[in-house]
Protein backbone atom coordinates (compact mmCIF):
# COMPACT_ATOMS: atom_id res chain seq x y z
CA UNK A 1 0.00 0.00 0.00
CA UNK A 2 2.05 2.31 1.10
CA UNK A 3 4.97 1.21 -0.78
CA UNK A 4 3.31 2.65 -3.93
CA UNK A 5 2.80 6.11 -2.50
CA UNK A 6 4.71 9.13 -3.68
CA UNK A 7 6.62 10.64 -0.72
CA UNK A 8 9.22 12.80 0.34
CA UNK A 9 11.83 10.47 -1.12
CA UNK A 10 10.81 9.99 -4.16
CA UNK A 11 13.04 11.85 -6.90
CA UNK A 12 11.30 15.29 -7.83
CA UNK A 13 8.96 15.32 -5.00
CA UNK A 14 6.27 18.37 -4.53
CA UNK A 15 3.21 18.57 -2.23
CA UNK A 16 1.31 18.76 -5.04
CA UNK A 17 3.31 15.84 -6.70
CA UNK A 18 1.88 13.28 -3.91
CA UNK A 19 -1.23 15.28 -3.79
CA UNK A 20 -1.96 14.26 -7.18
CA UNK A 21 -0.87 10.72 -7.36
CA UNK A 22 -3.37 9.98 -4.48
CA UNK A 23 -5.89 11.93 -6.32
CA UNK A 24 -5.18 9.49 -9.37
CA UNK A 25 -5.35 6.30 -7.40
CA UNK A 26 -8.77 7.29 -6.30
CA UNK A 27 -10.48 8.33 -9.65
CA UNK A 28 -8.33 5.42 -11.54
CA UNK A 29 -9.41 2.42 -9.31
CA UNK A 30 -8.80 0.45 -13.02
CA UNK A 31 -4.95 0.19 -11.54
CA UNK A 32 -5.64 -0.78 -8.68
CA UNK A 33 -9.24 -2.96 -8.69
CA UNK A 34 -10.32 -4.35 -5.44
CA UNK A 35 -11.31 -8.00 -5.36
CA UNK A 36 -14.56 -9.15 -4.90
CA UNK A 37 -15.82 -11.34 -1.51
CA UNK A 38 -15.78 -15.42 -2.26
CA UNK A 39 -19.27 -14.83 -0.69
CA UNK A 40 -21.59 -11.61 -0.29
CA UNK A 41 -20.91 -9.81 2.90
CA UNK A 42 -23.41 -7.94 5.22
CA UNK A 43 -21.97 -5.28 7.52
CA UNK A 44 -23.61 -3.21 10.15
CA UNK A 45 -22.21 -0.04 10.97
CA UNK A 46 -23.28 0.38 14.55
CA UNK A 47 -21.96 2.65 17.73
CA UNK A 48 -24.56 3.85 19.74
CA UNK A 49 -22.65 6.96 20.52
CA UNK A 50 -23.36 9.87 18.05
CA UNK A 51 -21.09 11.67 15.78
CA UNK A 52 -18.50 8.83 15.84
CA UNK A 53 -18.28 8.68 11.82
CA UNK A 54 -20.70 5.85 11.59
CA UNK A 55 -22.46 7.41 8.76
CA UNK A 56 -19.17 8.79 7.16
CA UNK A 57 -17.55 5.61 7.18
CA UNK A 58 -20.52 3.91 5.87
CA UNK A 59 -20.63 6.40 2.77
CA UNK A 60 -16.89 6.78 2.47
CA UNK A 61 -15.92 2.83 2.10
CA UNK A 62 -19.10 2.09 0.45
CA UNK A 63 -18.08 4.64 -2.54
CA UNK A 64 -14.50 3.31 -2.14
CA UNK A 65 -15.27 0.13 -2.74
CA UNK A 66 -18.54 0.79 -5.79
CA UNK A 67 -15.63 2.82 -7.76
CA UNK A 68 -12.93 -0.33 -7.54
CA UNK A 69 -15.37 -2.36 -9.42
CA UNK A 70 -17.43 -3.87 -6.16
CA UNK A 71 -21.06 -3.89 -6.25
CA UNK A 72 -22.42 -2.30 -3.14
CA UNK A 73 -25.82 -1.14 -1.24
CA UNK A 74 -25.70 1.36 1.62
CA UNK A 75 -29.62 0.74 3.57
CA UNK A 76 -29.87 4.03 5.65
CA UNK A 77 -31.04 2.94 8.69
CA UNK A 78 -31.16 6.23 10.15
CA UNK A 79 -34.30 8.47 10.23
CA UNK A 80 -31.90 11.51 9.98
CA UNK A 81 -31.24 10.10 6.17
CA UNK A 82 -27.62 11.34 6.77
CA UNK A 83 -26.05 8.42 4.47
CA UNK A 84 -28.82 9.15 1.73
CA UNK A 85 -27.83 12.56 1.84
CA UNK A 86 -24.05 12.04 1.17
CA UNK A 87 -24.90 9.84 -1.84
CA UNK A 88 -27.14 12.16 -3.32
CA UNK A 89 -30.32 10.25 -3.10
CA UNK A 90 -33.81 11.50 -2.75
CA UNK A 91 -35.11 11.25 0.69
CA UNK A 92 -38.37 13.61 1.09
CA UNK A 93 -41.45 12.24 2.50
CA UNK A 94 -43.35 10.19 0.41
CA UNK A 95 -39.34 8.23 -1.49
CA UNK A 96 -39.81 4.41 -1.57
CA UNK A 97 -37.60 4.19 1.41
CA UNK A 98 -36.04 1.81 4.21
CA UNK A 99 -39.36 2.08 6.15
CA UNK A 100 -41.76 0.60 3.09
CA UNK A 101 -39.27 -2.33 2.71
CA UNK A 102 -39.27 -3.32 6.82
CA UNK A 103 -43.32 -3.30 6.46
CA UNK A 104 -42.84 -5.94 3.78
CA UNK A 105 -44.99 -3.16 1.52
CA UNK A 106 -42.12 -2.99 -1.19
CA UNK A 107 -39.22 -5.23 -1.97
CA UNK A 108 -36.25 -3.73 -1.22
CA UNK A 109 -34.93 -3.42 -5.10
CA UNK A 110 -38.18 -0.79 -5.67
CA UNK A 111 -36.30 0.53 -2.78
CA UNK A 112 -32.55 0.80 -4.44
CA UNK A 113 -31.64 3.83 -6.33
CA UNK A 114 -28.36 4.55 -7.74
CA UNK A 115 -25.78 6.52 -5.97
CA UNK A 116 -24.22 10.18 -7.76
CA UNK A 117 -21.10 8.44 -6.34
CA UNK A 118 -20.59 5.45 -8.67
CA UNK A 119 -22.97 3.34 -10.59
CA UNK A 120 -22.04 0.48 -9.13
CA UNK A 121 -23.67 1.84 -5.57
CA UNK A 122 -26.84 1.56 -4.53
CA UNK A 123 -28.86 3.19 -1.87
CA UNK A 124 -31.75 2.61 -0.05
CA UNK A 125 -32.63 5.73 1.53
CA UNK A 126 -34.73 6.56 4.90
CA UNK A 127 -37.23 9.13 5.47
CA UNK A 128 -38.40 11.06 8.34
CA UNK A 129 -41.38 7.65 8.51
CA UNK A 130 -38.41 5.84 9.91
CA UNK A 131 -38.41 8.04 13.27
CA UNK A 132 -41.76 5.85 13.60
CA UNK A 133 -40.91 2.76 13.31
CA UNK A 134 -38.61 1.96 16.38
CA UNK A 135 -42.40 2.28 18.47
CA UNK A 136 -44.43 0.98 15.12
CA UNK A 137 -42.07 -2.09 15.29
CA UNK A 138 -42.62 -2.99 18.59
CA UNK A 139 -45.83 -4.54 18.08
CA UNK A 140 -45.66 -6.21 14.71
CA UNK A 141 -44.83 -10.01 14.70
CA UNK A 142 -41.00 -11.06 14.24
CA UNK A 143 -40.38 -7.58 14.83
CA UNK A 144 -36.27 -8.09 15.36
CA UNK A 145 -36.18 -9.85 11.94
CA UNK A 146 -37.86 -7.10 9.23
CA UNK A 147 -34.69 -6.50 7.92
CA UNK A 148 -33.29 -10.12 7.62
CA UNK A 149 -36.54 -10.20 5.60
CA UNK A 150 -36.45 -7.51 3.27
CA UNK A 151 -32.97 -8.37 3.04
CA UNK A 152 -33.48 -11.94 1.61
CA UNK A 153 -30.43 -13.56 -0.35
CA UNK A 154 -33.01 -13.74 -3.42
CA UNK A 155 -33.72 -10.50 -3.06
CA UNK A 156 -30.06 -9.22 -3.00
CA UNK A 157 -29.15 -11.77 -5.58
CA UNK A 158 -32.24 -9.39 -7.76
CA UNK A 159 -30.28 -6.20 -7.60
CA UNK A 160 -26.62 -8.43 -7.85
CA UNK A 161 -24.46 -7.01 -4.62
CA UNK A 162 -21.12 -8.06 -3.36
CA UNK A 163 -21.70 -6.12 -0.09
CA UNK A 164 -24.10 -4.49 2.21
CA UNK A 165 -23.37 -1.54 4.40
CA UNK A 166 -26.56 -0.80 7.14
CA UNK A 167 -25.82 2.55 8.53
CA UNK A 168 -27.38 2.40 12.50
CA UNK A 169 -29.35 5.40 14.52
CA UNK A 170 -26.91 5.97 17.68
CA UNK A 171 -29.12 4.04 20.05
CA UNK A 172 -29.21 0.71 20.60
CA UNK A 173 -33.24 0.65 20.14
CA UNK A 174 -35.07 -1.81 17.98
CA UNK A 175 -33.71 -0.42 14.35
CA UNK A 176 -29.86 -1.36 15.33
CA UNK A 177 -31.12 -4.73 16.55
CA UNK A 178 -32.77 -5.50 13.46
CA UNK A 179 -29.24 -4.51 11.61
CA UNK A 180 -27.57 -6.88 13.99
CA UNK A 181 -30.06 -9.57 13.41
CA UNK A 182 -29.61 -9.07 9.39
CA UNK A 183 -26.23 -8.80 9.14
CA UNK A 184 -23.04 -11.10 9.93
CA UNK A 185 -20.49 -8.65 10.61
CA UNK A 186 -20.30 -5.81 12.43
CA UNK A 187 -18.25 -2.80 11.95
CA UNK A 188 -17.91 -0.32 14.97
CA UNK A 189 -16.41 3.40 14.41
CA UNK A 190 -14.31 4.17 16.97
CA UNK A 191 -13.39 8.26 17.66
CA UNK A 192 -9.79 9.10 18.63
CA UNK A 193 -10.95 10.90 21.61
CA UNK A 194 -12.06 10.76 25.51
CA UNK A 195 -14.57 8.58 26.15
CA UNK A 196 -14.10 6.76 22.92
CA UNK A 197 -14.48 3.19 24.23
CA UNK A 198 -16.95 4.20 27.12
CA UNK A 199 -20.18 2.82 26.15
CA UNK A 200 -18.40 0.03 23.87
CA UNK A 201 -19.09 -2.78 26.68
CA UNK A 202 -22.61 -1.88 26.29
CA UNK A 203 -22.55 -2.33 22.93
CA UNK A 204 -20.81 -5.40 22.58
CA UNK A 205 -23.12 -7.16 25.36
CA UNK A 206 -25.78 -6.48 23.06
CA UNK A 207 -24.18 -8.07 20.23
CA UNK A 208 -23.64 -11.16 22.69
CA UNK A 209 -27.09 -11.34 23.22
CA UNK A 210 -28.30 -10.93 19.59
CA UNK A 211 -26.16 -13.82 19.03
CA UNK A 212 -27.09 -15.62 21.53
CA UNK A 213 -31.05 -15.57 21.01
CA UNK A 214 -31.22 -14.28 17.29
CA UNK A 215 -28.02 -14.68 14.81
CA UNK A 216 -25.85 -17.11 15.81
CA UNK A 217 -23.29 -15.83 13.07
CA UNK A 218 -23.36 -12.09 14.29
CA UNK A 219 -19.57 -10.93 14.92
CA UNK A 220 -17.21 -7.77 15.26
CA UNK A 221 -14.91 -8.50 12.23
CA UNK A 222 -14.08 -4.49 11.89
CA UNK A 223 -12.90 -1.70 13.87
CA UNK A 224 -12.31 1.41 12.21
CA UNK A 225 -10.34 4.30 14.50
CA UNK A 226 -11.73 7.74 12.89
CA UNK A 227 -11.12 11.40 13.55
CA UNK A 228 -7.17 10.50 13.98
CA UNK A 229 -5.21 14.01 14.96
CA UNK A 230 -1.65 13.02 14.82
CA UNK A 231 -0.88 16.27 16.75
CA UNK A 232 -2.76 15.25 20.13
CA UNK A 233 -1.30 12.64 22.63
CA UNK A 234 -4.41 11.79 23.09
CA UNK A 235 -5.01 10.12 19.68
CA UNK A 236 -2.15 7.73 20.34
CA UNK A 237 -3.27 6.69 23.52
CA UNK A 238 -6.66 5.65 22.26
CA UNK A 239 -5.20 4.38 19.24
CA UNK A 240 -2.88 2.08 21.05
CA UNK A 241 -5.75 1.01 23.85
CA UNK A 242 -7.96 0.06 20.82
CA UNK A 243 -5.51 -2.19 19.49
CA UNK A 244 -5.12 -3.96 22.34
CA UNK A 245 -8.19 -4.70 23.36
CA UNK A 246 -8.95 -5.24 19.36
CA UNK A 247 -6.00 -7.30 18.17
CA UNK A 248 -6.10 -7.46 14.41
CA UNK A 249 -9.75 -6.64 14.03
CA UNK A 250 -8.74 -2.90 14.03
CA UNK A 251 -7.64 -2.00 10.55
CA UNK A 252 -4.42 -0.65 10.10
CA UNK A 253 -5.40 2.55 8.47
CA UNK A 254 -6.73 4.72 10.29
CA UNK A 255 -8.99 7.92 9.10
CA UNK A 256 -6.96 11.38 10.13
CA UNK A 257 -9.01 13.97 10.94
CA UNK A 258 -9.70 16.13 8.12
CA UNK A 259 -11.75 19.43 6.81
CA UNK A 260 -12.99 17.80 3.65
CA UNK A 261 -14.46 14.80 4.84
CA UNK A 262 -16.61 17.10 7.05
CA UNK A 263 -17.22 19.58 4.17
CA UNK A 264 -18.01 16.38 1.32
CA UNK A 265 -21.33 16.04 2.88
CA UNK A 266 -22.90 19.52 2.53
CA UNK A 267 -22.25 19.08 -1.17
CA UNK A 268 -24.28 15.75 -1.28
CA UNK A 269 -20.92 14.17 -2.20
CA UNK A 270 -18.92 11.38 -0.68
CA UNK A 271 -15.18 13.00 0.21
CA UNK A 272 -13.98 10.52 -2.48
CA UNK A 273 -15.79 12.87 -4.91
CA UNK A 274 -15.59 16.07 -3.53
CA UNK A 275 -11.24 15.95 -2.80
CA UNK A 276 -10.08 13.02 -3.93
CA UNK A 277 -6.69 14.02 -3.67
CA UNK A 278 -7.28 14.81 0.42
CA UNK A 279 -5.57 12.54 2.95
CA UNK A 280 -9.33 11.43 3.85
CA UNK A 281 -9.87 10.14 0.52
CA UNK A 282 -6.78 8.59 0.76
CA UNK A 283 -7.42 6.71 3.71
CA UNK A 284 -10.69 5.55 3.26
CA UNK A 285 -10.05 3.48 -0.05
CA UNK A 286 -6.77 2.31 2.26
CA UNK A 287 -9.13 1.07 4.83
CA UNK A 288 -11.95 -0.09 1.97
CA UNK A 289 -8.57 -1.94 0.39
CA UNK A 290 -8.29 -3.49 3.47
CA UNK A 291 -11.66 -4.50 4.45
CA UNK A 292 -11.82 -6.26 0.47
CA UNK A 293 -8.81 -8.24 0.61
CA UNK A 294 -10.15 -9.78 3.88
CA UNK A 295 -13.04 -10.84 2.60
CA UNK A 296 -11.33 -11.87 -0.40
CA UNK A 297 -10.26 -15.58 0.84
CA UNK A 298 -13.77 -16.06 2.25
CA UNK A 299 -11.90 -16.13 5.68
CA UNK A 300 -12.60 -13.10 7.29
CA UNK A 301 -10.55 -12.50 10.59
CA UNK A 302 -12.80 -11.63 13.37
CA UNK A 303 -12.99 -10.79 17.07
CA UNK A 304 -9.11 -10.88 16.96
CA UNK A 305 -7.62 -10.36 20.28
P1 LIG B 1 -22.39 9.29 13.20
O1 LIG B 1 -23.02 8.76 11.96
O2 LIG B 1 -21.68 8.25 14.01
O3 LIG B 1 -23.33 10.09 14.04
P2 LIG B 1 -21.01 11.09 11.40
O4 LIG B 1 -20.39 10.20 10.40
O5 LIG B 1 -22.27 11.77 11.01
O6 LIG B 1 -21.22 10.31 12.76
O7 LIG B 1 -19.91 12.14 11.84
C1 LIG B 1 -20.18 13.13 12.82
C2 LIG B 1 -19.61 14.46 12.38
O8 LIG B 1 -18.20 14.38 12.30
C3 LIG B 1 -20.11 14.89 11.02
O9 LIG B 1 -20.29 16.28 11.01
C4 LIG B 1 -18.97 14.48 10.09
O10 LIG B 1 -18.92 15.29 8.94
C5 LIG B 1 -17.77 14.70 10.98
N1 LIG B 1 -16.67 13.79 10.65
C6 LIG B 1 -16.73 12.45 10.48
N2 LIG B 1 -15.52 11.94 10.17
C7 LIG B 1 -14.66 13.00 10.13
C8 LIG B 1 -13.26 13.14 9.86
N3 LIG B 1 -12.49 12.10 9.57
N4 LIG B 1 -12.73 14.38 9.93
C9 LIG B 1 -13.50 15.44 10.22
N5 LIG B 1 -14.80 15.39 10.48
C10 LIG B 1 -15.40 14.18 10.43
MG1 LIG C 1 -25.04 8.77 11.37
Known amino acids: ?77 DPQGNASTALGVEHRLGTPSVYEALLGEIDIAEAAVASTASPNLLCVPATIDLAGAEIELVSMVAREGRLKQALSPEALDRIDVDYVFIDCPPSLGLLTVNALVAADEVLIPIQCEYYALEGLGQLLSNIDLVRSHLNIDLHVSTILLTMYDGRTKLADQVTTEVRSHFGATALRTVIPRSVKVSEAPGYSQTVLAYDPGSRGAMSYVDAAREIAERGADGRIRTDGR
Open 1 to 77: MTDQHVSRETPGWTPIAEEAERAARVLHPDRHGMPRPVHRRLLTVANQKGGVGKTTSTVNLAAALAMHGVRVLVIDL
